[in-house]
């Protein structure tokens, strides 16, 4: 299994402004990804946090909006820039494929609440 | 494409009763199943997976789950449910065709278990 913390837990922010959520893996894992989920609703996946190179986005999600780092096999960063109050959620990180763990098995992190006023 | 159906967004048990909470889905080929919970103000919790092998899969908390491939189902099943069951549940699916697949989870389904 992995262990999966992120940073910070929850936030409160002004429209306008910008905030990095940072997750740590205690292992390197193959793939990571970034959810988005509102209270009670499912889990919109954001994209596929890719090292070394540009983030995989799904529709509705664009770079300029939420950029993406991973500079290594156990740490990503997403920024949710110019919130508006739609942007309020909760930010998941999520992993794939640990090391020696079978490549099925997804984890998730505790994730980051939200607010944006 | 992949899809997961959640007919149901709340389930009602009485404690001591079975649950079920109904999973559908859809995906190109040999899928993985899996059930996730979610507790209030809690991350979410691997219950339980099918990837190969028996049909009824056991998981966490005393949760299954049958995967019934002529259905394309993967119900999630308690013989007697606990107060404490009362959670957020998602069902999942990834397609095992592709090692960059992605995940992709179900509306929820709300279970409120009652004393």
């Known amino acids: 299994s992995a262990v999966i913390s992120q940073k910070p837990s929850r936030d409160i922010c002004q429209r306008g402004t910008s905030l990095t959520i940072q997750c740590q893996v205690d292992?390197?894992?193959?793939?990571m990804f970034w959810y988005r989920q509102q209270p009670g609703q499912s889990l919109t996946l954001i994209a596929t946090?890719?090292?070394?190179?540009?983030?995989?986005?799904e529709s509705g999600f664009v770079i300029d909006k939420f950029p993406i780092s991973r500079p290594n096999l156990t740490f990503s960063t997403l920024t949710v820039s110019n919130m508006s109050p739609e942007d309020s959620s909760i930010y998941l990180c999520?992993?794939?494929?640990?090391?020696?763990?079978?490549?099925?098995?997804?984890?998730f992190g505790p994730g980051t609440r939200l607010t944006v006023t | 494409a992949q899809s997961v159906a959640q007919p149901e967004d709340q389930v009602n048990v009485a404690e001591g009763n079975p649950l079920t909470v109904k999973c559908t889905y859809s995906v190109s080929g040999n899928p993985y199943l899996f059930w996730y919970v979610q507790y209030p103000n809690r991350g979410l919790q691997f219950l339980l997976k099918y990837i190969t092998g028996d049909n009824l899969v056991k998981g966490s908390y005393g949760f299954e789950a049958e995967f019934n491939k002529s259905q394309t189902s993967f119900h999630l099943k308690k013989p007697s449910a606990l107060v404490s069951d009362s959670a957020l549940y998602f069902c999942?699916?990834?397609?095992?065709?592709?090692?960059?697949?992605?995940?992709?989870f179900g509306s929820g389904t709300r279970l409120s278990i009652r004393p």
């Open positions: 999520s992993v794939v494929g640990t090391s020696g763990g079978p490549a099925y098995e997804q984890y």
């Open positions: 999942a699916v990834r397609d095992r065709g592709s090692s960059a697949s992605k995940i992709i």
């Open positions: 292992s390197q894992v193959t793939m």
């Open positions: 946090a890719n090292q070394g190179s540009e983030a995989t986005y």
